[in-house]
């Protein structure tokens, strides 16, 4: 095994405990205030036992969490190429931004004249969104890209129900983002599959031959799950407006299209972003992102409540709005996350043109130099990602989770595998604009290198990983055998 | 631009072994009539000239010392907490799909499920949902989901926002809710449950700040054959109170921002949801769960994901994807930090400075809505001209209460107060100094 000169090795790792096998009693990490008040007895039957928490000194706290730390990879650690999660650097300043106190010490219920520069955050956020997507309303309330989607699908169904009949089925392409089916089936629509073209696409013909009255309209992901452009996005749109239905843009993927694309002129009637994909604000180990949508003209009456408006120098929270879908969020989403997503949209401006250039060119320079090694099921001309299998590699018996596996020695985080659905054994690459031409050979070079072990030495591959202070871990037992919460040791 | 590392050569050299002269050949699957006319009309700030621009914005905002809780709570965020949560492995770390790579996130978040599910008193916790009120409204369709009932009894006094919640993810599937009323005593009143009722839903402490009688609510619920789903939005109160799993709750959801987060404008927050052990197949969300590796090594992985939307597709028991598993993280660190005895001791001066500051607004000529037992949070009635005096409060930096006119017609002239560890005797006599 070569790994040498890769930037994964091993070094000194520490084992930790869980956090009540720490536990001492009489230890206690909180500083506590001096009692400066009668203290005030609750009716007793009120009252419980002291809660079941361990009791740790700060040191205890600090080292725990320090050492769990050293167990992650994060894109400051290193090349992080998951196909449609856009794990790109995540910019410091954005930090230091939210960590402002006229931000983090707001109460969302403060009169309005106190939250001021809030509102107008917000509202500024709405535009520059509008100004990158070419739309006519936003909302910033969804907390997530799933949220957004469901924000968007509420608008369809909500419209509907105004025109005055409801509608039962959604188009859905299987190179739609996971979550979309999901979304659509909470507002009850039935999901319709669509063929896809042999370049991976949805077709106007295809299209034509499902589109019905009976229809909602359809979830359309662009640049699909394959990474591929749906370039005849317009014309479908066009025949599903003819027969009174709505699209429904996903744009988990816009870090693909922008300063390209107007996504009015697609003929997307509402769309969602992920301020945790494409506007650069940390993913956090599962959330919390943010899903703001934006919408057609005809849509903005549908938008979440409350919403902010500027009149005059004053912005204000408007409620007032009948055929609104209503509320998503106990307050206003994701605040501290849009702060971020502001402070990206101001860093970069009208370079954001040249972030998607380079995320283009990243992935395709990916794709170009690995398409002799590893099979590519889709060759079409792609954007932002690229999508793989173990085509090859499967005849030594060895499978993409297992070169997922032997690239995390390496030094590199694996890329989405066994997403989407339509490619079997998919391995999914999106390297983002962040990264350097040395990160991406550095990467190419480790998949070459395993694909050669795989002809030498495919039980390495299989066995891998081998530098890590776990390796696989049983997910059948795990599921079989639940233990969802620890016991006292 | 700084984010971006490649140079001019590294982009001669891509194109190269692309095969394109120029980027934009990468975009000709993109139809003209889909193209945008003009540049993106932003202009790029230094480093400088945007925290100039963002600490403008943040001063434009006047937090203040706001007595106010109802849903986000002002509490001390202990110093180790935001540092430690800071670190980049656990920031810019995504959703942990590769044990081997996310162990520190993976044991953190069984830690939170832990430490979250014995403070409830319940079996399960999963990893987060976005906030309290998407919690609620997941509850209430799990319930629906385990009793196959299409409506759900709904206090009137739990949060107003978060029944709107509620209600948006009911719409479409056409499920009712139907209203509880209150007792003079400020709790809820159980007489009125029926049978046709997946689950009976209760905040305690209620939006009214009055500790619910939780035992009464789960007889109630259980005798119609319903499910009890307690909702909290101040965690906190847990530190104090006998938990609801003890009582008989079955789903226990809520806000955890309490705990290590900042209230930012009040969001990003933390979801809690928790349930009994007989319903976790159906539990939105991603759980952890504990394994051993290929060597016998104690090791977290994710599971039961076939509950999830990226393999079950429509039929998800959720859509829920990403969630708010950083603030489930800072949630975990204030619990560990606060401990068995800290949290309670923390709690207990909530309780004591909530005391305080009534019986301090009682002698300026307010008089308390309810007489019901209370935490950190109570409604008052408020001597006549206090409309006018709200205003120049807030001038001096203090938001004095929640009026609640806005949101209960019928509490019109009524306000809602909270004060917690952050609120000193010092800070409460400068307080009602200034209502006096």
Known sequence: MSENKYPGTSGLAFKEALLWERSRAGRLAISVPEQDVPKSDLDPNLVGDAPDLPELSEVDVVRHYTRLSTWNYGVDTGTYPLGSCTMKYNPKVNEQAAALPGFTELHPLAPESSIQGALKLMYELERDLLEITGMHAASLQPSAGAQGELTGILMIHAYHAHKGKQRHKIIMPSTAHGTNPASAALCGYKPVPVELSKDGIVTPDAIRAIMDDDTAGIMITNPNTLGIFESHIAEIAQIIHEQGGLVYGDGANMNALMGYVDIEKTGIDVMHLNMHKTFSTPHGGGGPGAGPVVARDILEPFLPIPRVKKDGDRYTLVSDAPLSIGRLHAFYGNFAILVRALAYTRTLGKGLKDVTEQAVLNANYIKASLKDVYNLPFPQPSMHECIFNDGIQHRSGVTTMDIAKRLIDLGYHPPTVYFPLVVDGAIMIEPTETESKDDLDGFIDAMKTIAEEVKANPEGVKNSPHNTTISRPDEVQAARKLILKGQKA | ?436
């Open chain 2, 1 to 436: 631009m700084r984010y971006l590392s490649n140079t001019q050569e590294d982009l001669r050299e891509m194109k190269e072994a692309v095969g394109i002269k120029d980027v934009c050949e990468l975009f000709a699957s993109i139809p003209q009539n889909a193209r945008r006319a003009k540049e993106i009309a932003i202009e790029p700030r230094t480093e400088w000239e945007l925290m100039r621009e963002f600490s403008k914005l943040s001063d434009a905002n006047k937090p203040g010392v706001a007595f106010i809780g109802a849903g986000s709570y002002s509490h001390h965020v202990p110093a180790h907490i935001p540092y430690l949560y800071s670190r980049s492995e656990f920031q810019t770390s995504y959703t942990p799909y590769q044990p081997e790579v996310s162990q520190g996130t993976l044991q953190a978040i069984f830690e939170f499920q832990t430490m979250t599910a014995n403070l409830l008193g319940m079996d399960v916790a999963n990893a987060s949902m976005y906030d309290g009120a998407s919690a609620l409204a997941e509850s209430a369709l799990m319930a629906i989901r385990v009793k196959k009932k299409p409506k759900v009894a709904l206090s009137r006094l739990n949060h107003p926002h978060y029944v709107q919640v509620v209600d948006t993810y009911f719409k479409p599937s056409g499920f009712e809710t139907v209203e509880l009323g209150v007792l003079p005593d400020g709790r809820t009143d159980y007489s009125k449950v029926t049978d046709d009722v997946s689950a009976v839903i209760v905040q305690s402490p209620n939006f009214l700040g009055v500790i619910e009688d939780i035992g009464a609510a789960a007889k109630a619920a259980h005798d119609k054959g319903a499910l009890l789903v307690v909702s909290f939005t101040e965690a906190m109160a847990w530190g104090l109170l006998k938990n609801p799993g003890s009582q008989g709750a079955d789903i226990v959801c809520g806000e955890g921002k309490s705990f290590g987060l900042s209230q930012n404008m009040g969001g990003p927050g933390v979801g809690i949801f928790t349930c009994k052990m007989d319903f976790v197949r159906t539990t939105p969300g991603r759980l952890v769960g504990q394994t051993t590796d290929k060597n016998g090594n104690r090791s977290f992985v994710l599971t039961l994901a076939a509950r999830e939307q990226h393999i079950r597709r429509e039929k998800a028991v959720s859509n829920i994807c990403t969630n708010s598993g950083h603030c489930a993280l800072a949630a975990a660190m204030y619990m560990a930090t606060a401990g068995k005895t800290g949290l309670r001791r923390v709690a207990q001066l909530n309780h004591d400075h909530a005391v305080y500051l009534k019986a301090g607004l009682e002698k300026a000529g307010f008089r308390p809505l309810f007489n019901g037992p209370f935490f950190n949070e109570f409604a008052m009635t408020a001597p006549a001209g206090f409309d006018y005096k709200h205003e120049k409060i807030a001038q001096k930096g203090f938001i004095a209460g929640l009026d609640l006119g806005r949101y209960l017609p019928d509490h019109k002239g009524a306000f809602l107060f909270c004060a917690t560890e952050v609120h000193t005797k010092d800070v409460i006599d400068a307080f009602l100094k200034e209502v006096a």
